[in-house]
């Protein structure tokens, strides 16, 4: 059976807002990511969906609870990385495509080199002999420049990869590529994947274990198939129900 290479144990945020009022972001967030696991966390706008992707990032604190890496008590770039909402804004447009993916590996003081930079590329099916390295993120398509996200986000070889909305900025057409290509990524090097949704298309397409997300509590967990087929929790029920009359599940 596949370890537990992270486990989120009753994590808690709130955020103070002006007034002295107070807006529960989390509460009590408890599950497990296996190795070479697809977990999505879904829910609606304001679920707390993002905060709880940031936390596990290290891009937020949590008030109580601890985000435990194996057997390691804090997250360090190795372990996750991050691949966010939007393409057009997540690539700097002063810098190339080959200064772009190598950025991180200049930060931790490793190597740069042509090889390592083209094989980024080549892992998230853009070719090098095309000239994508010598490109800015305006002669990039959507679809182009999130491949250039996920060549960044993986340079550093992560045991974890969080996808905030990965696809939802993007073409129709376009989003079942990116899809696809995390199924690859998955397959190839037994990464984990923590997948941030409100679609339920996409969380049933791509994910082994689904987690709902309600105001900020976790209110349902377990195998996709068993959560979207036959829902416990009226909210879940409720999401259900709303993607069948859209009729993007069946």
């Known amino acids: 059976m596949p370890e537990n290479i992270l486990s989120i144990e009753k994590v808690s945020k709130h955020f103070h807002l002006p007034g002295k009022k107070t807006k529960v972001a989390l509460q009590e967030i408890s599950f497990q990511l296996k190795k070479g696991e697809i977990l999505g966390i879904i829910g609606e706008s304001g679920s707390g969906k993002t905060t709880l992707a940031r936390i596990i990032a290290g891009l937020e604190k949590a008030d109580i609870g601890r985000i435990v890496w194996k057997d390691q008590r804090k997250t360090n770039p190795f372990l996750v990385q991050m691949v966010f909402q939007n393409p057009y804004a997540a690539l700097y447009r002063g810098m190339t495509v080959e200064e772009i993916i190598a950025e991180p590996l200049l930060i931790q003081g490793l190597s740069s080199s042509r090889e390592k930079i083209e094989n980024a ?8 002999e095309e000239g994508y390295r010598e490109r800015y993120p305006h002669q990039l398509s959507g679809g182009q420049r999130q491949r250039v996200a996920l060549a960044r986000a993986l340079i550093l070889n992560p045991a974890v990869l ?36 409100h679609d339920l298309a996409v969380a049933s397409y791509l994910c082994d274990q689904v987690g709902v997300l309600q105001s900020g509590s976790l209110v349902e967990l377990g195998k996709v198939e068993n959560v979207i087929s036959s829902p416990q929790n009226p909210y879940t029920k409720k999401l259900v129900e709303i993607a069948k009359m859209n009729t993007i599940l069946v």
């Open 121 to 128: 590329l080549r892992q998230v099916h853009l070719a090098p």
């Open 162 to 197: 969080i996808a905030d909305e990965p696809t939802s900025m993007l073409d129709m057409s376009v989003q079942g590529e990116i899809l696809q290509l995390l199924l690859q990524l998955r397959q190839e090097t037994d990464l984990s994947i923590l997948l941030i949704t």
